[in-house]
């Protein structure tokens, strides 16, 4: 990068034509196959056992932690597991991603810097992965094999070396669970030509429960009244508890520990019935079918209400109502009628409700009669569907009194094949914390059903026509339906629940409730954190209304994205119909919320702004800003020497003053806001930079920097480390963070500079950063010589402008990635690389709207913390702060 000396800074252009940004582009960027590989790098993993023998060192010997090759290592590690019921077949499988990129320069002097030992778990490459969750009917077993034959899951994913060189392995083994396990064992051998080894149904459906509510942080709700809430498990408070498991038939499971366990009860009386009996009373032809029919059901034609007996009254004594069902079906031996003088809408609705207070009842029983108050319900008789959890968990409600609670689980159907899966005994997922799991809800995932069966893993190309074909479908079913008026008397008793009236989603859809979890051994929960346990992210709900704003902002803002992402990559056809595939995705993920708000678990403004940097990068967009990352940092670093000058004529007190108002001031480059993008269309980067720290009022709207001074000018207490995590590239890093990084590192405070691990709009990453500090280091001897003490450039004696003679003796400036590809951070699952950072850390500061206001506003820290932002949202200002469009935030928050 060539900083600019000769004063004239480059304008913004307002219009950037798309061969302008490719040429930008073409000269920078990194090629899109090495973006690919650093992409999967950072969110993905898994922790299959390692085959040591032979390995050998890779690398030079003073690396600490060098890449170990293991010719050894077996690839057919198992990839899939199986549960075939009575009623469905639900596969859990594996996929690997292809190569583990070496690690960088600043990886490893950072490594050896913070001396980071990982322990021999991560001294190894770590081979990354993503568990898959599908589905078919167990009548349509062919579908199945074809499904698992096409993408080579007996033999370890297409993928893998032994699918790639056509050697056959000789006997494969799949773990598998359910009756079909041990029904469809030769149908297995013979198409297949793999083993089923069969593992026991209560087992898997317990070690299941068991991972999906130690693991997936919002896997738990209850339903009632058309209400979805999720609910926080605590791990020390989560036996003993019943788990209801409804299928084809009901098992009630008294659960008391890991793999502890005792089948108390069942019924007969379960899925199965509902689907059996309902497909011989109605025409239906599908499971969806019959439960959409419910939906717009009657079921007082066909049920004896305590009214029909009572003569329209209630039976108040007994707390009764009228409308209560006092015997399901009973109304139809009253009269005449045939099968065929009914409605099969209402035929379907007694059926469903007849058998959802039944399962409901007996499990109250069984709870009752063992003290649990907890009922985890699963099995895919749920479906996800509303009015059969309301109902259940009414039934549950009414009858305990309030006493006990019903919850339902997001991976309902999946228990039995994720505890075969877990029964595996090399994955080690048993040892995974919610923290090492994140999910993923791309457009490309899998689904069964119907006839698209998702496109061979890491095909785009088939991925963007599925996604087109989803979004023809989803343009039907993403239509809101109002929800049906509330029904109540007040009475008590089995009323009608409320959410009758929601539409019942295609089981395609209803696929991407069930996102892809991502296995990341190396992301940790952040040290400093006050209470982790407590600690929630997102500053404000993402209620309905601010739902709604949001999707306002982020549909508006679509197609500029879309126009940056494309000329990104070169302005190609391929690259304008992935921008296309794109918008489409990212619009029907934003449908499917505003549908249902809580369809892919609790979702923050934080997880909606993360979704938009995650459905780029699934449509193989890198770096949609990365030509106007390179201009701002160039036209940045150009006059990065006059205010460093500037700031040096300063005293002190002067001096910290103007750093902070500069970190205010250059947070306004920010093209994630509308609003600022409409600014810098006016002017320069620099007129802009200006223009804003002469509009820096004090105080400002939270100004803690008397307190935050006077802390800094304690002679006797320095700091010894301070974490800067830094926010976007350009003028904000460059002439906001470094230029305060600087202030530290001249009073002998280590400074870790923590960035974002993989591009999210113009936020500067941990990879780019190295080369801004060594372009900023030519013209400064305290950044060069922190810099190459903390292993961040080598021999920068060259070319050098600053007087070096004063400074002391160097305390390193560091760069450490924080784990993130988004514009907020979540403190619970960060990389191994800063939560080892900040074992010595005594200060975090935080920069920016997203990391220090969207999130983590409200957040506790065990170190003293400094929040540093300017809000460029109206919206969020007012709510906040009472404030206003450009306000300043420096909230100082000292631990004692
Ligand atoms: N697409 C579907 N096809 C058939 N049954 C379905 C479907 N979706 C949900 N179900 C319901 O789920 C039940 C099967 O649930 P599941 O947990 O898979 O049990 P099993 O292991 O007995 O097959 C069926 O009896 C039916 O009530
Ligand atoms: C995504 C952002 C949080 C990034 O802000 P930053 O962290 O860079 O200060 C911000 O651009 C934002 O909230 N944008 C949407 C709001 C708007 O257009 O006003
Ligand atoms: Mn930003």
């Given at each position: 990068?060539?900083?600019?000396?000769s004063?004239?800074?480059?304008r913004?252009p307002?219009?950037?034509?798309?061969?302008?940004e490719?040429?930008?582009?073409?000269?920078?960027k990194?090629?899109?196959?090495?973006?690919?590989?650093?992409?999967?790098?950072n969110?993905?993993?898994?922790?299959?056992?390692?085959?040591?023998?032979?390995?050998?060192?890779?690398?030079?010997?003073?690396?600490?932690?060098?890449?170990?090759?293991?010719?050894?290592?077996?690839?057919d590690?198992?990839?899939l597991?199986l549960?075939?019921?009575?009623?469905?077949?639900k596969?859990?499988y594996?996929?690997?991603?292809?190569?583990?990129?070496?690690?960088?320069?600043?990886?490893?002097?950072?490594?050896r810097?913070?001396?980071?030992?990982t322990g021999?778990?991560?001294?190894?490459?770590?081979?990354?992965?993503?568990?898959?969750?599908v589905?078919?009917e167990?009548?349509?077993?062919?579908?199945c094999?074809?499904f698992?034959?096409?993408k080579?899951l007996?033999?370890?994913?297409?993928?893998?070396?032994?699918w790639?060189?056509?050697?056959?392995?000789d006997?494969?083994?799949?773990?598998?669970?359910?009756?079909?396990?041990?029904?469809?064992?030769?149908?297995?051998k013979e198409r297949?030509?793999v083993?089923?080894e069969?593992?026991?149904?209560?087992?898997?459906?317990?070690?299941?429960?068991?991972?999906l509510?130690?693991?997936i942080?919002?896997?738990?709700?209850?339903h009632?009244?058309g209400?979805?809430?999720?609910?926080q498990?605590?791990?020390?408070d989560?036996?003993p508890y019943?788990?209801v498991?409804?299928g084809?038939g009901?098992?009630?499971?008294?659960?008391d520990?890991?793999?502890?366990?005792q089948?108390?009860?069942?019924?007969?009386?379960?899925?199965g019935?509902?689907?059996?009996?309902?497909?011989?009373?109605?025409?239906?032809?599908?499971?969806?079918?019959?439960?959409?029919?419910?939906?717009?059901g009657d079921?007082?034609?066909?049920?004896?209400l305590?009214?029909?007996i009572?003569?329209?009254?209630?039976?108040?004594?007994?707390?009764?109502?009228?409308?209560?069902?006092?015997?399901?079906?009973?109304k139809?031996?009253?009269d005449?009628?045939?099968?065929?003088?009914?409605r099969?809408?209402?035929?379907s609705l007694?059926?469903?409700?007849?058998?959802?207070?039944n399962?409901g009842?007996?499990?109250?029983?069984?709870?009752?009669?063992?003290?649990?108050?907890?009922?985890?319900f699963?099995?895919?008789?749920?479906?996800g569907?509303?009015?059969?959890?309301d109902?259940?968990?009414?039934?549950?409600?009414?009858?305990?009194?309030?006493?006990?609670?019903?919850?339902?689980?997001?991976?309902?159907g999946?228990l039995?094949?994720?505890?075969a899966?877990?029964?595996y005994?090399?994955h080690?997922l048993?040892?995974?914390?919610?923290?090492?799991l994140?999910?993923?809800f791309?457009?490309?995932?899998p689904y069964?059903?119907?006839?698209i069966h998702?496109?061979?893993?890491?095909?785009?190309?088939?991925?963007?026509?599925?996604?087109?074909?989803?979004?023809?479908?989803g343009?039907?079913?993403t239509?809101?339906?109002?929800?049906?008026?509330?029904?109540?008397?007040?009475?008590?008793?089995?009323e009608r629940?409320?959410?009758k009236?929601?539409?019942?989603?295609?089981?395609?859809?209803?696929?991407?409730?069930?996102g892809?979890?991502?296995?990341?051994?190396?992301l940790d929960?952040?040290?400093?954190?006050e209470?982790?346990?407590?600690?929630?992210?997102n500053?404000?709900?993402?209620?309905?209304?601010?739902f709604?704003?949001?999707?306002?902002?982020?549909?508006?803002?679509?197609?500029?994205?879309?126009?940056k992402?494309?000329?990104?990559?070169?302005?190609?056809?391929?690259?304008?119909?992935?921008?296309?595939?794109?918008?489409h995705?990212?619009s029907?993920?934003?449908?499917?919320?505003?549908?249902?708000?809580?369809?892919?678990?609790?979702?923050?403004?934080?997880n909606?702004?993360?979704?938009?940097?995650?459905?780029?990068?699934e449509?193989?967009?890198?770096d949609?800003?990365?030509?106007i990352?390179?201009?701002e940092?160039?036209?940045?670093?150009?006059?990065?020497p006059d205010?460093?000058?500037?700031l040096?004529?300063?005293?002190?007190?002067?001096?910290?003053?103007?750093?902070i108002?500069?970190?205010?001031?250059?947070n306004?480059?920010?093209w994630?806001?509308k609003a600022?993008?409409d600014?810098?269309?006016?002017?320069?980067?620099?007129?802009?930079?200006?223009?804003?720290?002469?509009?820096?009022?004090?105080?400002?709207?939270?100004d803690?920097?008397?307190t935050?001074?006077s802390?800094?000018?304690?002679k006797?207490?320095?700091?010894?480390?301070a974490l800067?995590?830094?926010?976007?590239?350009?003028?904000?890093?460059?002439l906001?963070?470094?230029?305060?990084?600087?202030?530290?590192?001249?009073?002998g405070?280590?400074?870790?500079?923590?960035?974002?691990?993989l591009?999210?709009?113009?936020?500067?990453?941990?990879?780019?950063l190295?080369?801004i500090?060594?372009?900023?280091?030519?013209?400064?001897?305290?950044?060069?010589?922190?810099?190459?003490?903390?292993?961040?450039i080598?021999?920068?004696?060259?070319?050098?402008?600053?007087?070096?003679?004063?400074?002391?003796?160097?305390v390193?400036?560091?760069?450490?990635?924080?784990?993130?590809?988004?514009?907020?951070?979540d403190f619970?699952?960060?990389?191994?690389?800063?939560?080892?950072?900040?074992?010595?850390?005594?200060?975090l500061i935080?920069?920016?709207?997203?990391?220090?206001l969207?999130?983590?506003?409200?957040?506790?820290f065990?170190?003293?913390?400094?929040?540093?932002?300017?809000?460029?949202?109206?919206?969020?200002?007012?709510?906040?702060?009472n404030?206003?469009?450009?306000?300043?935030?420096?909230?100082?928050?000292?631990?004692?």
């Open positions: 990068m060539a900083a600019n000396n004063g004239s800074e480059p913004i307002e219009d950037v034509t798309l061969e302008e490719a040429e930008a582009e073409a000269k920078g990194a090629p899109a196959a090495s973006s690919a590989t650093t992409t999967t790098m969110r993905s993993g898994s922790r299959p056992q390692l085959d040591l023998s032979g390995a050998a060192i890779h690398g030079t010997l003073e690396d600490r932690n060098p890449t170990i090759l293991l010719p050894n290592q077996s690839d590690i198992s990839h597991a549960d075939i019921g009575g009623s469905l077949i596969l859990v594996f996929s690997r991603h292809a190569d583990q990129p070496t690690e960088d320069k600043r990886k490893l002097s950072t490594k810097r913070l001396e980071i030992f021999a778990r991560r001294s190894y490459p770590v081979l990354g992965g993503r568990l898959h969750f589905k078919f167990t009548g349509k077993l062919n579908e094999l074809d698992i034959s096409s080579q007996h033999r370890g994913g297409v993928d893998s070396p032994s790639r060189s056509g050697a056959q392995p006997n494969i083994v799949i773990k598998a669970t359910g009756g079909g396990a041990f029904k469809y064992a030769d149908l297995f297949l030509g083993s089923l069969k593992e026991d149904e209560m087992d898997c459906l317990v070690a299941g429960a068991n991972f509510l130690k693991a942080r919002h896997e738990a709700f209850t009632m009244d209400q979805k809430e999720y609910v498990i605590d791990q020390n989560l036996f019943l788990l498991n409804v084809s009901v098992s009630i499971i008294k659960v520990g890991h793999g502890k366990f089948r108390v009860s069942g019924t007969n009386v379960g899925g019935t509902y689907w059996g009996l309902g497909r011989l009373m109605t025409e239906c032809k599908s499971f969806d079918e019959l439960l959409e029919l419910s939906q717009r079921n007082s034609t066909i049920d004896m305590v009214g029909d009572y003569g329209g009254l209630d039976y108040s004594k007994i707390g009764l109502s009228a409308s209560t069902i006092a015997s399901s079906f009973g139809t031996i009253s005449n009628k045939e099968l065929s003088d009914y099969p809408e209402d035929i007694s059926l469903l409700r007849m058998i959802s207070y399962i009842q007996i499990s109250y029983l069984n709870a009752l009669r063992y003290g649990l108050k907890r009922i985890f699963g099995g895919f008789f749920i479906r569907h509303a009015y059969t959890m109902t259940i968990s009414f039934a549950v409600h009414f009858w305990s009194k309030g006493e006990a609670k019903a919850m339902f689980l997001r991976h309902e999946f039995g094949a994720l505890g899966f877990m029964s005994e090399k080690g048993d040892d995974l914390s919610a923290h090492h994140v999910e993923r791309p457009m490309g995932a069964v059903g119907g006839k998702g496109p061979p893993l890491g095909d785009l190309n088939e991925k963007i026509s599925w996604m087109e074909k989803f979004v023809q479908k343009t039907q079913i239509a809101p339906v109002p929800m049906g008026a509330p029904a109540t008397t007040g009475m008590g008793g089995f629940p409320t959410s009236g929601d539409i019942l989603r295609s089981d395609a859809s209803a696929a991407l409730n069930v892809v979890l991502h296995l990341v051994p190396s929960v952040f040290p400093l954190l209470d982790p346990k407590t600690y929630e992210p500053t404000i709900d993402l209620d309905h209304d601010e709604k704003y949001w999707f306002t902002i982020l549909s508006d803002h679509l197609p500029d994205l879309v126009e992402a494309v000329a990104s990559e070169g302005g190609t056809d391929d690259a304008k119909r992935r921008g296309d595939a794109f918008a995705a990212f029907a993920h934003l449908a499917r919320l505003t549908e249902e708000p809580a369809a892919y678990g609790k979702f923050g403004l934080a909606l702004l993360e979704l938009r940097e995650e459905c780029l990068r449509f193989q967009f890198f949609a800003y990365v030509s990352k390179q201009r940092n160039e036209a940045s670093l150009a006059v990065l205010l460093l000058m500037e040096d004529s300063m005293d002190e007190e002067d001096r910290l003053l103007a750093l108002e500069g970190v205010l001031a250059a306004i480059f920010d994630g806001s600022c993008v600014l810098y269309n006016q002017g320069t980067i620099i007129e802009i930079y200006r223009m804003s720290r002469k509009k820096m009022q004090r105080p400002w709207r939270i803690d920097f008397d935050f001074k802390r800094m000018l304690k006797d207490q320095p700091y010894k480390r800067i995590s830094v926010d976007n590239a350009g003028a904000d890093v460059v906001g963070m470094l230029p305060l990084a600087r202030e530290f590192l001249r009073r405070v280590e400074v870790v500079l923590v960035a974002n691990s591009p999210a709009l113009n936020d500067i990453t941990a990879n780019e190295p080369e500090v060594a372009e900023a280091a030519k013209h400064c001897g305290i950044l060069r010589k922190a810099a190459e003490a903390g292993g961040l080598v021999d920068a004696m060259a070319g050098i402008q600053g007087d070096t003679k004063d400074e002391p003796a160097s390193p400036l560091m760069v450490v990635e924080n784990g993130c590809g988004s514009p907020c951070i619970r699952q960060v990389s191994s690389e800063l939560a080892a950072a900040a074992k010595d850390a005594d200060l935080l920069e920016g709207m997203g990391r220090s969207h999130t983590n506003l409200n957040a506790r065990k170190c003293d913390a400094l929040k540093l932002a300017m809000v460029k949202n109206q919206r969020l200002a007012e709510k906040l702060f404030g206003n469009i450009y306000d300043c935030i420096c909230k100082f928050e000292p631990v004692s």
